[in-house]
């Protein structure tokens, strides 16, 4: 007697009586409840709110030295007494004629351009205020001094004059305009021939 293929294979379809086995049933649960619970630690996270963080700095430590140096002073400076400053320092400066507090800004560069030259030209102001007697500004008694070394004294102040002469509760500012190099400088102010203040400054162009 002949048999059918499907009268063959109707015992295999029929064993479960047409469901999922059962390790099959368990292992689809299992899964599905391990994603449930991936998925609502996920939106836990993410709907927390975000905590700003606090930085914050301690002291410096106690063993450091303290300075016993006067700091935001005005510097005094004379020919017997030469003083060292940097840009924006105040400085009272004593002379035989008179006194006057100063202040050199600066300097003031071009706009940048690329690739940077090794010089540029460079613009301090003086400031002087607060005068008692006569001071008197002289392009030639400033010299300045540039990264390589090279010395430059001006023969004019921007404008054109050599000389100004600051009266008793007078002000005035003079600017001095170099061609120098790129780096470190300094502008030093000796009235007379004799120094009283060396200000330092950077010349950058970038």
């Given at each position: 007697m002949s048999v059918t293929a499907h009268e063959k294979y109707a015992p295999l379809a029929n064993a479960n009586g047409g469901r999922a086995r059962?390790?099959?049933?368990?292992?689809?649960?299992?899964?599905?409840?391990?994603?449930?619970?991936?998925?609502?630690?996920?939106?836990?996270?993410?709907?927390?709110?975000?905590?700003?963080?606090?930085?914050?700095?301690?002291?410096?430590?106690?063993?450091?030295?303290?300075?016993?140096?006067?700091?935001?002073?005005?510097?005094?400076?004379s020919a017997s007494h030469p003083q060292l400053g940097i840009?924006?320092?105040t400085v009272k400066v004593t002379l035989p004629t008179g006194t006057t507090t100063a202040v050199m800004v600066g300097p003031r560069t071009p706009p940048f351009v690329a690739p940077p030259p090794p010089a540029t030209t460079?613009?301090?102001?003086?400031?002087?205020?607060?005068?008692?007697?006569?001071?008197?500004?002289?392009?030639?008694?400033?010299?300045?001094?540039?990264?390589?070394g090279v010395l430059y004294r001006p023969r004019s102040f921007v404008g054109g004059a050599t000389t100004l002469t600051v009266p008793a509760s007078g002000s005035a500012a003079v600017r001095i305009r170099q061609f120098m190099a790129i780096g470190s400088g300094s502008i030093l102010w000796a009235p007379d021939g004799h120094p009283v203040i060396t200000w330092e400054f950077t010349v950058e162009n970038d």
């Amino acid at each position: 007697m002949s048999v059918t293929a499907h009268e063959k294979y109707a015992p295999l379809a029929n064993a479960n009586g047409g469901r999922a086995r059962p390790g099959l049933r368990f292992a689809v649960v299992v899964t599905a409840l391990a994603l449930a619970m991936i998925g609502a630690g996920v939106y836990h996270v993410m709907s927390a709110p975000s905590a700003a963080p606090h930085y914050t700095y301690g002291g410096l430590p106690s063993w450091l030295p303290r300075t016993t140096l006067a700091t935001h002073q005005v510097v005094i400076a004379s020919a017997s007494h030469p003083q060292l400053g940097i840009e924006g320092d105040t400085v009272k400066v004593t002379l035989p004629t008179g006194t006057t507090t100063a202040v050199m800004v600066g300097p003031r560069t071009p706009p940048f351009v690329a690739p940077p030259p090794p010089a540029t030209t460079a613009t301090i102001t003086i400031d002087v205020s607060r005068t008692t007697g006569t001071v008197v500004l002289r392009a030639r008694d400033f010299a300045l001094l540039d990264g390589n070394g090279v010395l430059y004294r001006p023969r004019s102040f921007v404008g054109g004059a050599t000389t100004l002469t600051v009266p008793a509760s007078g002000s005035a500012a003079v600017r001095i305009r170099q061609f120098m190099a790129i780096g470190s400088g300094s502008i030093l102010w000796a009235p007379d021939g004799h120094p009283v203040i060396t200000w330092e400054f950077t010349v950058e162009n970038d």
